[in-house]
T-cell receptor, first 116, second 113 residues
Framework: GAVVSQHPSRVICKSGTSVKIECRSL??????MFWYRQFPKQSLMLMAT?????????EQGVEKDKFLINHASLTLSTLTVTSAHPEDSSFYIC????????????FGAGSRLTVL | AQSVTQLDSQVPVFEEAPVELRCNYS??????LFWYVQYPNQGLQLLLK??????LVKGINGFEAEFNKSQTSFHLRKPSVHISDTAEYFC???????????FGQGTELSVKP
């Protein structure tokens, strides 16, 4: 139980294009979803917190116009990296929290973005 | 604000040896504590968590951790490691269940035959 699916797992794009990453809770309703970024050999840094039906709350230093987050339903949040550049290349991980018999907090498998 | 410090960036050990991965946290209020494991190019898997109650927490894969409030520590231990335990380990804190996690820098555990 408490499965979070993240798609795509890997994506390569050209500089200047936009990329969308999806995060889905498969067997529970996710009241809140979190988006993290992880550079190689580094820890996870929280980018933003999204609640269904409301605007995401971004951490300090994260460009909200560059990293668009949409949480349109209780099972889906998307992160769109707009006008991607090589420095945006990273591992993006989502997590979702909700209730499935008990409070749950589950991570997706991550999405590796490579911008050429 | 809360913070987490993992004192060792890399821990090399031989197979079947015991291991301890250290984690200290800073917070002016009570927190919940977690240990996660990350295998290469994968997401995070929860090893164990401390919410309340007994300070010794047992998790998956033979790992356990002890919450020490006076020392603000939550060290992870395993009495005998396997090659398959080679991975990155993250300690994390949060103020409330289901809230945002603050992660430590990570400890790379490398188990050698």
């Amino acid at each position: 139980g408490a499965v979070v699916s993240q798609h795509p797992s890997r994506v390569i794009c050209k500089s200047g294009t936009s990329v969308k990453i999806e995060c889905r809770s498969l067997d529970f309703q996710a009241t809140t979803m979190f988006w993290y970024r992880q550079f190689p050999k580094q820890s996870l840094m929280l980018m933003a917190t999204s609640n269904e039906g409301s605007k995401a709350t971004y951490e300090q230093g994260v460009e909200k116009d560059k990293f668009l987050i949409n949480h349109a339903s209780l099972t889906l949040s998307t992160l769109t990296v707009t006008s991607a550049h090589p420095e945006d290349s990273s591992f993006y991980i989502c997590s979702a929290t909700g209730f499935l018999g008990a409070n749950v907090l589950t991570f997706g498998a991550g999405s590796r973005l490579t911008v050429l | 604000a809360q913070s987490v410090t993992q004192l060792d960036s890399q821990v090399p050990v031989f197979e079947e040896a015991p291991v301890e991965l250290r984690c200290n946290y800073s917070s002016s209020v009570s927190v919940y504590l977690f240990w996660y494991v990350q295998y290469p190019n994968q997401g995070l898997q929860l090893l164990l968590k401390y919410l309340s109650g007994s300070t010794l927490v047992k998790g998956i894969n033979g790992f356990e951790a002890e919450f020490n409030k006076s020392q603000t520590s939550f060290h992870l231990r395993k009495p005998s490691v396997h090659i398959s335990d080679t991975a990155e380990y993250f300690c994390a804190v949060t103020l409330n269940q289901g809230g945002k996690l603050i992660f430590g820098q990570g400890t790379e555990l490398s188990v050698k035959p």
